[in-house]
């Protein structure tokens, strides 16, 4: 089935992105960084619970000490990030978070913090930023670098800034549509 290639905003965003992993030094612009954060505010969430903590870590010093030491050796490129944003879930009810996915088995905090997440992507694009998502960091480093409060989790990491003209992404595998689509 072919798909259209009508200019959509939206699509032509989504088409657009890749995960960027050398960024220029320079800084994102703090009205930027609140676009991103406002992006990610007007998320849905299962049952509305926003239960949605972003920490913005612009510190020279504290994006050197996370990069060098939390982030593993994969994630070595993350020290040309001008910023990174560290997306944290809250358990806020006993009743729809703990309650609703121990019934459901969904861990819908967690799902609601990644639809955040990438809102917060798409909307770096759209403002001529790039992004990589980091799933693969030290919890427990960030936790005391950042001083992270109890009751919130990290569930990734966005490194965000301008690109590098040197970075050529890495070609972009995708499964066919056949592959992942039935429709009945
Ligand atoms: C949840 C998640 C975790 C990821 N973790 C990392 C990571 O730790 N390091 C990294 O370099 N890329 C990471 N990525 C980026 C993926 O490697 C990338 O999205 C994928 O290869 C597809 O490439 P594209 O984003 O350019 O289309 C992650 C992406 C997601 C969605």
């Not at 920490?55 to 994969?74: C, D, F, P, R």
Request: proline share 6%; charged share 25%; glycine share 4%.
């Amino acid at each position: 089935m072919p798909v259209s290639n009508d200019k959509n905003l939206v699509f032509e965003i989504i088409k657009k992105r890749r995960s960027v992993r050398k960024f220029k030094n320079i800084p994102v612009e703090d009205e930027k960084i609140l676009k991103l954060i406002e992006a990610a505010r007007l998320a849905p969430s299962a049952t509305n619970r926003q239960p949605w903590r972003f920490i913005v870590v612009k510190s020279k010093e504290l994006l050197l000490e996370i990069s060098s030491s939390a982030l593993g050796i994969i994630n070595t490129w993350a020290k040309s990030a001008p910023l990174l944003i560290v997306c944290c879930a809250v358990k806020k009810s006993l009743l729809t978070h703990y309650m609703g996915e121990r019934l459901s088995r969904i861990p819908y905090h967690i799902m609601d913090v990644a639809i955040a997440a990438e809102h917060i992507v798409l909307e770096a694009e759209e403002l001529g930023l790039s992004s990589c998502w980091i799933g693969w960091f030290s919890e427990k480093k960030i936790r005391k670098i950042l001083d992270i409060p109890p009751g919130w989790k990290i569930v990734a990491i966005l490194a965000v800034g301008y690109k590098d003209e040197s970075y050529t992404p890495k070609p972009q595998k995708r499964l066919p549509l056949k592959d992942i689509l039935i429709i009945k």
